[in-house]
Structure formats: C-alpha cells, structure tokens
T-cell receptor, first 116, second 114 residues
Framework: NAGVTQTPKFQVLKTGQSMTLQCAQD?????MSWYRQDPGMGLRLIHY???????DQGEVPNGYNVSRSTTEDFPLRLLSAAPSQTSVYFC???????????????FGNGTRLTVT | AQSVTQLDSHVSVSEGTPVLLRCNYS??????LFWYVQHPNKGLQLLLK??????LVKGINGFEAEFKKSETSFHLTKPSAHMSDAAEYFC????????????FGTGTRLLVSP
C-alpha cells in the first residue's frame, strides 16, 4: 500500500491564483481530512469528509473548498490564494468506525505552499 | 471545552540520556489522548494512544506515556534517547466523542546531541 499520497510536494503561488492540492489514499478509509500546520500553532483542521459525497468544515475553512466524489480522493482547492495561506498542508485518513479513538490518522508527507 | 498544552517548545538532550516531553490536558470527562511524532519533511505518525485499561501506555521505538488524572497530564518519556528520536512531537486530545475532532498541541521539538 502507498498509504496517503499528496501532490505536489512544493508549490509557489502568486496572490489571487487558484490551485488544487491532491490527496489520495489506497487503504479504503472512509474518513479523510485536511490540516494546515503553522509554526507554534500545531495542526488545525480545515475540512473533513466521513465518506464519498459528504464533507464538512473544520476549524479554519475560509478560503478553501473540498469535494469527495470517490472514497480514494479528497482534493483541497484554493480559489484565490492569499499570503495568509502560506503553510504546510497535510492530508490524513482513517477508518470510519464511529470512534476516532480506535481509528488513528494516517498522514501524507505534506505540501509546502508559499503564496507571494 | 477540551484542550491540550505542551509545556516546552524545545527540549534538548544528549544521546543515551532520558527524554521527558510534557503534556497537560483539560477535559470535562475522561479524555482520549495520543502522541504523534513528525520527522523532518514527513507526515505525522502515531506513537501511542491512551487506553483506560492502563495508565502506563507503551508505544513504538521505546516511548511510553503515563496518564495521571489527578495532574491532568500525559507526559511522554523514553529511558535513553537515540539520535533518530530527533523530531517534533505532538500531544493530541479528542475534542469530543464525535468522530475525529482532534485538538493538537503546539508541538515540542526534540533535539538530540551526540
């Protein structure tokens, strides 16, 4: 299994540009999520999905869109990039057992995004 | 509300000496707690998780953590540090009994010197 795969690894955008961060998992996990990691702030949840066709907002959803058309893929879209979105983005997935305690997250290796 | 506080942003140890990474939580009921590790340019990996069956939890790579309800703590320890332990460590609490509502601490960077 490849686990959770994120692309690209690095990206530089100009303010106002749009782009999509890709995330795919091959573990048949129902739950997928996007986090951003900023220095001194830990990880903050952007959006998550508990299955195909179902998405919901996390702690910091503004400026980001998601969709979940398949179990495997969970892309994160930046519609109009801003410097405040400079961060490292992590996709994570787990089994949907109804209890997050029993379903530790599996993380991708991250996408480092810089918005100038 | 539930939250988690990691008391040290950086911890420096020498190889072969003990490691202590501190974590305190606040919770209105019995929490679910985890420690994750992040090596440079990598995603996070689960080290261990708290189970109510045992207050001392053993994880991978020789790490363990002790749940102390009276002190609301879940400190991570290892008897003897190895160079490969150098990484960032995150204490995590589940926000509520709902699914995957995780709250991450701000992280502790462990530096190991020869």
């Amino acid at each position: 299994n490849a686990g959770v795969t994120q692309t690209p690894k690095f990206q530089v955008l100009k303010t106002g540009q749009s782009m999509t961060l890709q995330c795919a998992q091959d573990m048949n996990h129902e739950y997928m999520s996007w986090y951003r990691q900023d220095p001194g702030m830990g990880l903050r949840l952007i959006h998550y999905s508990v299955g195909a066709g179902i998405t919901d907002q996390g702690e910091v959803p503004n400026g980001y869109n998601v969709s979940r058309s398949t179990t495997e893929d969970f892309p994160l879209r930046l519609l109009s990039a801003a410097p405040s979105q400079t961060s490292v983005y992590f996709c994570a997935s787990s089994y949907a057992t109804g209890s997050s305690y029993n379903s530790p997250l599996h993380f991708g290796n991250g996408t480092r995004l810089t918005v100038t | 509300a539930q939250s988690v506080t990691q008391l040290d942003s950086h911890v420096s140890v020498s190889e072969g000496t003990p490691v202590l990474l501190r974590c305190n939580y606040s919770s209105s009921y019995s929490p679910s707690l985890f420690w994750y590790v992040q090596h440079p340019n990598k995603g996070l990996q689960l080290l261990l998780k708290y189970t109510s069956a045992a207050t001392l939890v053993k994880g991978i790579n020789g790490f363990e953590a002790e749940f102390k309800k009276s002190e609301t703590s879940f400190h991570l320890t290892k008897p003897s540090a190895h160079m490969s332990d150098a990484a960032e460590y995150f204490c995590v609490v589940i926000l509520n009994t709902g699914f995957q509502k995780l709250v991450f601490g701000t992280g502790t960077r462990l530096l190991v010197s020869p």
